[in-house]
């Protein structure tokens, strides 16, 4: 008994030495050195030496979007290094194209701070910043999505383009779904979801955009649209989405910490005929694109294609019908892949990239010279991309925002 009780005596001993031991020896080969960066072209700040390029920026209220919490899957912290060619990191390999590589673009989450660095970054990123918004509401809008409308700060708001993100960020949280208030006419489709908990031990942050109408940004309202990411179904016993299962949580009242607006999804300027198709929370950007082109007065045709699965899938369809009465140039068009005998629908059916090539592209004189822009299920997009393609529309007339799964 004495002697394994020695063994682990010495055991012990022998780890703390070595943990000491090699804290020591990181605090001598690890410098604390300053080491400068210079963002665009301003007067550069001053860093540590080895820490992460987004870390460093976020100090000084530089915020990148970075859904993934710096993780590299995401691929949104992407700054331009001037200068030397510094080499790619695994992570940046998979995200930036071999183009991109070559000329100095890396994610700032995987760059360590080793020497003087100056890098690019667009006007618009340094214009972001770090807030609190207040749910002011929130609702079910289908079995799976959920509007939440915060209250954000004026400057916030007002420096919203349409197409933006936030970054939302979810703090540590152990929560079970049984908890979460769902409407009766959802409750079928909550019944095995009530089991489900959500266990996240540290903060982490995700990407939503923004759905707001001009009229919400005046009222300094952010509308957000947030599916609740389930585990896929072959693999049922995964945890639920992390920040997606929170925000389904959050009530009346919460403050959620958050950052933005991010993001280069806009609208381009001029008169070409704009073709918008979505499906799911795809809307949101949608919303906010189309929103504010019939608000600022756009003269071109502006068709809007949503695809859902059945009638409980599809909202704001009565908006943007209302829409259509108010702007003659403005026409919506929906279809369900899989309406219920009781949906009593009687509009389009089917796939929205074939009701887009049967409707629109088909008949259309000149499809490559419209502009599109596509938001959605990564299937659904690339179907689109499909059908656009065939139809002989340039890659170039091509928008789309990536939710990245
Ligand atoms: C620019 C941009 C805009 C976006 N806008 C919106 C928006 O408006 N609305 C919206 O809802 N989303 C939007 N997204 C997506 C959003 O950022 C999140 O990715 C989404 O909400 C899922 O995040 P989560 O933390 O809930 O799920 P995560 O925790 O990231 O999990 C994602 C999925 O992985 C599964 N999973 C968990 N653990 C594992 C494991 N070990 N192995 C494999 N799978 C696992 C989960 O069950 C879940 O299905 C946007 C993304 C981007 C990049
Ligand atoms: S933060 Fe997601 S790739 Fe860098």
């Avoid at 667009?122 to 509007?147: D, H, N, S, Y």
């Avoid at 419209?370 to 091509?398: H, K, S, T």
Wanted: net charge neutral; aromatic share 6%; proline share 9%.
């Amino acid at each position: 008994m004495t002697g394994v009780l020695a063994g682990v005596v010495l055991l012990v001993t022998l780890v703390l030495a070595l943990s000491t031991a090699l804290l020591i020896a990181r605090r001598r080969l690890v410098p604390d050195l300053p080491v400068a960066v210079t963002v665009n072209d301003r007067a550069p700040f001053e860093s540590r030496f080895g820490t992460d390029l987004l870390g460093a920026l976020a100090a000084q209220d530089i915020l990148l979007p970075a859904a993934c919490g710096g993780a590299g899957t995401c691929g949104q912290c992407r700054v331009r290094v001037r200068g030397e060619i510094v080499a790619p990191m695994p992570a940046e390999r998979a995200r930036l194209s071999r183009a991109e590589r070559r000329q100095g673009m890396h994610l700032a989450c995987q760059i360590r701070l080793r020497a003087p660095l100056t890098i690019e970054l667009p006007e618009a990123i340094l214009g972001a910043r770090g807030f609190e918004g207040t749910v002011l509401r929130t609702r079910f809008l289908t079995p799976l999505i959920r509007e939440i409308v915060l209250d954000a700060p004026p400057d916030v708001t007002a420096s919203v383009k349409a197409g933006a993100f936030v970054s939302l960020t979810a703090p540590p949280h152990d929560l079970g779904f049984d908890a979460i208030e769902v409407p009766e006419r959802f409750s079928e489709d909550w019944a095995e979801l009530r089991a489900l908990r959500a266990i996240v031990t540290a903060p982490v942050t995700r990407a939503y955009s923004i759905a707001s109408t001009p009229a919400d940004r005046r009222q300094g309202q952010l509308v957000l649209l947030i599916r609740l990411a389930l585990p896929p179904p072959d693999r049922p016993r995964l945890p639920p989405g992390a920040v997606s299962s929170w925000l389904f949580h959050v009530k009346e009242g919460a403050r959620i910490a958050a950052s933005g607006p991010h993001g280069d999804f806009r609208a381009q300027q001029g008169t070409r005929e704009m073709v918008l198709v979505g499906g799911g929370v795809g809307m949101a950007p949608l919303r906010a694109i189309i929103h504010e082109r019939l608000d600022q007065g756009a003269p071109q045709p502006i068709s809007f294609w949503y695809g859902a699965r059945r009638r409980d899938d599809l909202f704001y369809a009565e908006e943007f019908t209302a829409l259509t009465r108010h702007h003659p140039n403005f026409r919506f068009e929906v279809a369900l892949s899989d309406p219920r005998p009781d949906d009593g629908w009687e509009g389009r059916t089917g796939f929205v990239h074939v009701a887009l090539r049967e409707g629109f592209l088909r008949d259309h004189p000149e499809p490559e010279a419209c502009d599109y822009y596509l938001c959605g299920p990564p299937l659904m997009i690339a179907a689109v991309m499909g059908v656009l393609n065939e139809a002989g529309v340039p890659p170039g007339r091509i928008f789309f925002d990536d939710f990245g799964s």
